[in-house]
């Protein structure tokens, strides 16, 4: 058999350029991707780095701010800590002068009874008094007679605040009486309420 070329040998040149020209191409295409991606793969990874470092820096700027109000906080810390032992302090000494103000109320009381009961008696002068927790002790004289002494007991007795009066001691010397009294005083302070 025999074959007759009829496009002849310039088809086939043709051909073989057109498959060269395609597979250059082809080639150049596939390079011009290639670095695309790689362009694309560099950009990619630059701006993810500069989101990173933006990250990095405001977390480095946070952190530098929490020091700092660290630190303000443990200055105001020790300044509360001050403070605190100083209203203690201030509350411990008004409690102090609260007591003594109550408790001053109550002999001032005492002495103004027994003023009265002195008033009342007639002949009768105190010369000490003794006060130990509610017990009371008085030393006195009385002029004259020793119904002094009695009208003053009993004076003590009716003023009610005094409790258990009693007759220590009673002496006579040059026409006076000297005596001793004890009994239990039952003042209330300023503040206080009986229950």
């Known amino acids: 058999m025999i074959r007759i070329n009829l496009l002849?040998?310039?088809?086939?040149?043709?051909?073989?350029?057109?498959?060269?020209?395609s597979t250059a191409s082809n080639q150049t295409l596939m390079a011009?991707?290639?670095?695309?991606?790689?362009l694309m793969s560099v950009g990619i990874i630059y701006f993810w780095e500069r989101i990173?470092?933006?990250k990095d820096e405001e977390l480095s700027r946070q952190i530098m701010l929490a020091k700092k109000e660290k630190v303000r906080q443990e200055g105001m810390l020790r300044e509360n800590e001050v403070f605190e032992k100083r209203r203690k302090l201030l509350e411990t000494r008004i409690n102090v002068i609260e007591s003594l103000k109550k408790n001053q109320s109550?002999?001032?009381?005492?002495?103004?009874?027994?003023?009265?009961?002195?008033?009342?008696s007639q002949g009768v002068w105190l010369k000490d008094l003794v006060q130990k927790g509610n017990l009371i002790t008085l030393n006195g004289t009385a002029?004259?007679?020793?119904d002094a002494v009695a009208d003053f007991i009993t004076n003590l007795s009716r003023v009610g605040h005094f409790k258990n009066v009693n007759l220590v001691n009673l002496q006579e010397l040059d026409s006076n009486y000297s005596f001793s009294i004890s009994f239990e005083g039952n003042i209330v302070a300023q503040g206080d309420s009986a229950s």
């Open 8 to 21: 002849g040998r310039t088809t086939k040149l043709k051909a073989a350029k057109t498959r060269k020209v």
């Open 32 to 38: 011009v991707m290639a670095v695309a991606v790689v």
């Open 52 to 54: 990173l470092v933006q």
């Open 106 to 120: 109550g002999p001032v009381q005492v002495l103004d009874l027994l003023s009265d009961c002195v008033q009342r």
């Open 143 to 146: 002029m004259g007679t020793p």
